[in-house]
């Protein structure tokens, strides 16, 4: 088997794992036993529990970052491009972790183990959010003086916004009809009638 194809599979079990256990409780054995190998061959590919979390953050991250490009590139229409953008990510990045008893802890841990890595996603989030409000703004769609405020404040207001929803949401359903609530909300008041 490939080193990558088994690195997957390790990624793929550990986030079973920290999901049900949480982090603090989640050994390295445990992740051994949820792939039927033995710690010590676990080891052969991550040096403890944390190299395996950030590995799984870092890999989560990039496939929310493929569905937020194919999102963004969704349409022609800079509403359908945002909300597909923003959602898309979503999903691939908190649908398997709302399924999990310790999902949300994870998505603190994230932030605290890897935060150059979370730095990093957020910026790219926010350049393509500020993309689609320029985007919007240059074709007369959108008129951000009535928030007295650039694309960029918009584009954090977006973003502050959806961190906040996805706080509070309890199920990926509940999260995703907010966020197309939320946004649906937001470009409307900014519509040019």
Request: glycine share 6%; with cysteine.
């Amino acid at each position: 088997m490939q080193i990558e194809d088994k690195k997957y599979q390790i990624l793929q079990a550990s986030l079973e794992v920290f999901g049900s256990y949480g982090y603090k409780k989640t050994s390295m054995q445990d992740i051994a036993d949820a792939l039927g190998i033995s710690r010590p061959a676990l080891y052969q590919y991550y040096k403890n529990k944390e190299a395996v979390f950030l590995a799984l953050v870092e890999h989560t991250l990039n496939l929310g970052e493929q569905a937020a490009i194919k999102g963004f590139k969704h349409s022609a229409d800079n509403f359908e491009c945002l909300l597909h953008g923003i959602k898309d990510m979503e999903q691939v990045l908190f649908g398997p972790i709302f399924l999990k008893p310790n999902g949300k802890e994870l998505l603190t841990l994230s932030k605290k183990l890897a935060p150059e890595l979370m730095m990093n996603f957020e910026m790219q989030l926010f350049d393509k959010v500020v993309y689609v409000l320029k985007k919007a703004l240059t074709e007369q769609e959108i008129d951000l003086t009535k928030l007295n405020a650039g694309t960029a404040d918009a584009a954090k207001i977006i973003l502050q916004a959806i961190d906040g929803i996805k706080n509070a949401s309890n199920s990926l359903e509940e999260l995703d009809r907010q966020l197309n609530l939320f946004l649906t909300i937001f470009w409307q008041g900014l519509i040019i009638k």
